[in-house]
T-cell receptor, first 114, second 114 residues
Framework: DSGVTQTPKHLITATGQRVTLRCSPR?????VYWYQQSLDQGLQFLIQ???????AKGNILERFSAQQFPDLHSELNLSSLELGDSALYFC?????????????FGPGTRLTVL | AQSVTQLGSHVSVSEGALVLLRCNYS??????LFWYVQYPNQGLQLLLK??????LVKGINGFEAEFKKSETSFHLTKPSAHMSDAAEYFC????????????FGGGTRVLVKP
């Protein structure tokens, strides 16, 4: 158990819908990262937040957005869903934003878009 | 830009045999390198990391990896495979220029035969 929690574990929805994925980082970790794992794209970095502020952006679609709240939990919002958004979405956390810090991964949310 | 190539998407080894997973990276600046393992229906767990100290890095579960700058490689080895090593393994790179963002290779799935 990494200490990072993600809810829900599974999500099935239809095209065009909007969903919210939630992540609670390890106690004391200030940085949260979101990654997408799909069969065709592999594991890709989406976005990073550090203590409530956006720190880095990767291959995140405009239909996707995220935020980190004062209690440090984070939410990833996916809207106008397409079939190709079906993937495993991971959240990871680290103590700070520096590169030496190990990222601890949550169990993921499996999103299926029908 | 940074990138990672893992040679072989699938590797099959016999129990007790050497496990060798290949990883080559591309980076214009000194990299930080990681190996993660993903068991079925679980998140990613860090096996080991290279952060410019010793070039031979020992990790958990008997795995180790050697950083070879001249070959831009960071291959993962384990002298004797165990059935519990069956999983998918990911090599990843981060650099100071890219912040703490992890760029992953395509992954190598390991099958261990009795």
């Amino acid at each position: 158990d990494s200490g990072v929690t993600q809810t829900p574990k599974h999500l099935i929805t239809a095209t065009g819908q909007r969903v919210t994925l939630r992540c609670s980082p390890r106690s004391g970790d200030l940085s949260v990262y979101w990654y997408q794992q799909s069969l065709d794209q592999g594991l890709q970095f989406l976005i990073q937040y550090y203590n409530g502020e956006e720190r880095a952006k990767g291959n995140i679609l405009e239909r996707f957005s995220a935020q980190q709240f004062p209690d440090l939990h984070s939410e990833l919002n996916l809207s106008s869903l397409e079939l190709g958004d079906s993937a495993l979405y991971f959240c990871a956390s680290s103590a700070t934003s520096g590169q030496y810090n190990e990222q601890f991964f949550g169990p993921g949310t499996r999103l299926t878009v029908l | 830009a940074q990138s990672v190539t893992q040679l072989g998407s699938h590797v099959s080894v016999s129990e007790g045999a050497l496990v060798l997973l290949r990883c080559n990276y591309s980076s214009s600046v000194p990299p930080y390198l990681f190996w993660y393992v993903q068991y079925p229906n679980q998140g990613l767990q860090l096996l080991l990391k290279y952060t410019s100290a010793a070039t031979l890095v020992k990790g958990i579960n008997g795995f180790e990896a050697e950083f070879k700058k001249s070959e831009t490689s960071f291959h993962l080895t384990k002298p004797s495979a165990h059935m519990s090593d069956a999983a998918e393994y990911f090599c990843a790179v981060s650099t100071e220029a890219a912040g703490n963002k992890l760029t992953f290779g395509g992954g190598t799935r390991v099958l261990v035969k009795p």
